[in-house]
């Protein structure tokens, strides 16, 4: 299974949520703002992307699989 992230990164207000469930995958910009490290992922993340996207508290992250 393959997992597609998106992000809205102009709507994140850099609580950190996401980085604390999944480094790999996301970090925070020098203005505070959630970035990509990765836009697809694997198995083996897909629990971590799934909290990250329930722990945002402003629902900036969504996510498909395939």
Do not use: W
């Not at 997992?3 to 950190?16: T, V, Y």
């Not at 970090?27 to 490290?37: I, S």
């Amino acid at each position: 299974m393959t997992i597609h992230i998106k992000i809205e990164p102009s709507r994140c207000e850099g609580f950190g949520n996401c980085i604390n469930a999944a480094p790999d995958i996301f970090e925070l910009d020098e203005e505070g703002h959630v970035h990509l490290r990765q836009h697809s992922v694997g198995d083996d993340h897909a629990e971590a992307v799934r909290r990250a996207a329930y722990d945002c508290p402003v629902n900036v992250i969504s996510f498909t699989q395939e």
